[in-house]
């Protein structure tokens, strides 16, 4: 087996990625629920190049590290987001900062496509990804492999359902800035928060790693907002 080939379910991916990110496997290690706390809070600096859901003046600050082909990130995309969107992000109490991290190949290359949306568009494309995550990492060809060209296959299909036409998709799954970006997150984590399974949250400072469930979200952000 060679560097950039993993094997997933039995199918060989094959993903050309950066060098030290992806030799977790395919789905890297998404962590489950409650995988671990951390009580140690560190500053949150919102920057230029952040997508952030909610008002700048927040009083909390959530940064959600994930990765588009973990699970566990959509399952917490689709069961706690919209609450968390109605309660606290629409209300003016908390905003949430998405930063990518990528286990993957297929995760690294639908961030960059992700990196060509903004504002509202941006987090309804990732939504798209999370909720349609086994019809765009899929063997379109039938040849026992995952490759490359499956990944550019799935994220076409998704795009042309944002509007997004296909040689746009293509290059923006390989454009240098966006996949920069996405490699800084991804280190930034690693080395700044300790990030090493998604999702990860740093709320106000302070990791909680793994997915939480929405009733014990709240039992978190109540106190803070109350300050």
């Not at 629409?90 to 995760?107: C, H, M, N, Q, S």
């Not at 990732?126 to 990944?151: P, R, S």
Request: hydrophobic share 40%.
């Amino acid at each position: 087996m060679n560097k950039n080939t993993l094997i997933y379910g039995g199918v060989a991916v094959v993903i050309a990625a950066a060098a030290g990110l992806w030799g977790m496997g395919f789905f890297g290690n998404s962590g489950g629920p409650l995988a671990g706390l951390a009580a140690t809070s560190q500053s949150v600096e919102v920057r230029p190049t952040d997508m952030v859901h909610g008002k700048p003046d927040a009083k909390v600050t959530i940064i959600e590290y994930a990765s588009m082909t973990c699970p566990h990130c959509a399952a917490f995309q689709k069961q706690v987001i919209p609450l968390l969107t109605k309660d606290y992000i629409d209300t003016g109490k908390v905003k949430l900062i998405f930063r990518e991290y990528p286990l993957d190949g297929a995760a690294r290359m639908a961030s960059a496509v992700a990196r060509c949306f903004s504002g509202d568009q941006y987090f309804s494309f990732i939504d798209l990804l999370f909720a349609n995550q086994v019809n765009w990492v899929k063997d379109f060809d039938n040849n026992g492999q995952l490759t490359k060209e499956d990944i550019t296959e799935g994220l076409a299909q998704m795009g042309r359902q944002a509007g997004m036409p296909r040689e746009k998709v293509v290059a923006c799954a390989d454009d240098p800035k966006n996949l920069d970006l996405v490699d800084s997150n991804w280190k930034e984590g690693m080395s700044r928060y300790g990030v090493d399974s998604t999702p990860t949250f740093i709320i106000n400072g302070v990791k909680h790693a793994g997915e939480i469930p929405y009733d014990q979200l709240k039992m978190i952000l109540d106190p803070l907002v109350a300050k």
